[in-house]
């Protein structure tokens, strides 16, 4: 479901087109709250708010494009109902969504995937559509999904509604706390980044935008400075949400609006991870403790700033914490 | 430090004494969200309504009553200092306290308890006296102390002023959740559960009380059973922070106000615990997941109604999860 370039006068979405985003979504939605903690503002020696994506439905900030581009179809698109492919939270996010609107849902996903991927779709009332690990089988999967039932593919990441969608969790941050001096957020495949750099470009003035990445997916720090997409072969890292390869929407809005790229490696995301666990007292998962650990590094620096922290989800597998001895590598 | 009788003529604190240590600690602690979680109100079939002392300072419901405490001394006294023996959050706690009215403090801890105990006395300003394990050794080692320093002890629950500090948390559950039908609550030696009863029974109509014990720390079961305090020679549980044996004064108030001991096993609170951490996202200790196991188990019958539950506190070994097999016994 990757495109090959970008579309022929494909323009970047705009602020307006989060802000529609937000009354799009707003009673399907959690307001997540904002979280602060004295121990973590003298430890980064700033004021750090923490926007709590984990709070979020399906326990991550996912359901907020999922939600927005399923509601953003026309009812003919919606009749024929909506798939894609998925080992992370978007499965379950397209499937909360299409159940939202009364719509059927197909999401692919490896027989490798963790059982829980599967449980958290069904549990929306989504259908489970398995398929043999690997991103040609679950291309595969999914076109099969699309040739048999009509279906709409939402992409995870590469998608304007999906980008304007993610974007709304930064305009509700920036609504609650005025005048930040920067937000950091983790990327990945980049919907979430791309959508807080739109709505935070649109400030004035405007907070630095700093994407949190793990030293092991580095794909979108080497596009940056390569000036075009790298691809890498075998990303690895425990954040397993920041495994995908950033979307061409998303270099493009990434390179104009993004301030910099900044790595962690995994033992700095443990770490951080843990530091949230315990004074936070919240669960979040690997990915969302990126953009802590870019602090706990000095690898960004605080300076007496205000800093927004997207915390971007909570579905982690207890039974595997990085800190566990059996996790241990 | 524990008496052997009730002072002559003592009286049950009043829902005032509730109220006026609200207004004296309202600066001084945080006023703790509340939490609600679809999926859990499914589950349990009613309204569960979470107050989430987890997020208190100091990570648990315990800054409340020694705040009070602290703060109800005289000037002469509070030059005196405060003392302590704990070997969990009181001791952390009565460090809060007395940080914040700018007087010293001494805790008392013996040699075996956990590092990180001594850690957050210490963190908070308290000095921290080393004593050997045991309760013997315990109360010399703060005797000891009063006899060098003339500190005034505060103890961890047997005190009307930490049982009013700590009935403010159901104070402001009832506050922000108006009409419960029953409040859930832990009882180790019971300061929180005094607390709570006594604000509940002032509201009209009263929310039941139900006080929630490990099966393996069920002096409070047995002691209502009774009719008399009955202590345990070896309280055996998961649940570190509900050990203690029911205070005299904590005794006389349950006996009274409390509708219900309830009892559940370690499985069951380790169980509870987790599903806490995956469904509300949030990091409770196991002591605080006794009350959602009663619900689990059903050993109290929600029925459709609004059910306020305190989680009492955050403070956990992160190494030693009771799901986790190096803590399987």
Same mark, same amino acid.
């Given at each position: 479901m990757t495109d090959k370039e970008l579309p022929a006068g494909w323009e970047c979405p705009t602020a307006s087109a989060v802000r529609a985003a937000a009354r799009r979504i707003q009673d399907r939605v959690h307001r997540t709250p904002v979280l602060r903690c004295a121990a973590l503002d003298d430890l980064f020696g700033g004021r750090i708010f923490f926007k709590c *994506?984990?709070?979020?439905?399906?326990?991550?900030?996912?359901a907020r494009g999922a939600m927005n581009a399923v509601w953003s179809l026309s009812d003919e698109e919606a009749r024929r109902g909506v798939a894609t492919h998925s080992s992370g939270n978007h499965g379950a996010a397209v499937a909360l969504a299409a159940r939202s609107r009364g719509i059927s849902s197909w999401v692919v996903i490896p *027989? #490798?995937?963790?059982q829980v991927k599967r449980i958290s779709v069904a549990r929306e009332g989504g259908t489970v559509v398995p398929c043999s690990p690997g991103l040609a089988a679950r291309e595969a999967g999914l076109a099969e999904v699309v040739a048999d039932t009509g279906a709409v593919v939402i992409h995870p990441y590469d998608d304007d509604r999906v980008i304007a969608g993610q974007g709304t969790a930064a305009l509700e941050l920036l609504a609650d706390v005025? !005048?930040?001096d920067a937000i950091l957020a983790p990327i990945g495949g980049g919907g979430l980044i791309s959508g807080t750099a739109i709505i935070a470009r649109d400030q004035n003035p405007a907070p630095e935008v700093i994407a949190c990445e793990p030293a092991g997916a580095d794909d979108a720090a080497r596009s940056v400075a390569a000036g075009e997409r790298v691809e890498l072969e075998r990303p690895d890292t425990i954040? #397993?949400?920041?495994r995908a390869t950033i979307g061409l929407r998303n270099f493009a809005i990434v390179s104009s609006l993004v301030d910099e790229v900044v790595t962690v490696t995994d033992s700095a995301i443990a770490e951080a991870m843990r530091l949230v666990w315990e004074r936070l007292r919240i669960v979040v998962e690997p990915s969302a403790a990126v953009p802590v650990a870019v602090l706990q590094q000095g690898a960004?620096?605080?300076?007496g700033g205000a800093i927004g922290i997207i915390l971007? !989800? !909570?579905?982690?597998d207890l039974d595997r914490l990085p800190w566990s001895e059996s996790a241990t590598r």
């Open positions: *994506e984990n709070f979020q439905r399906i326990g991550a900030f996912k *027989e #490798d995937a963790p005025p !005048g930040l954040a #397993d949400g920041l960004y620096k605080v300076r971007t !989800g !909570g579905n982690v």
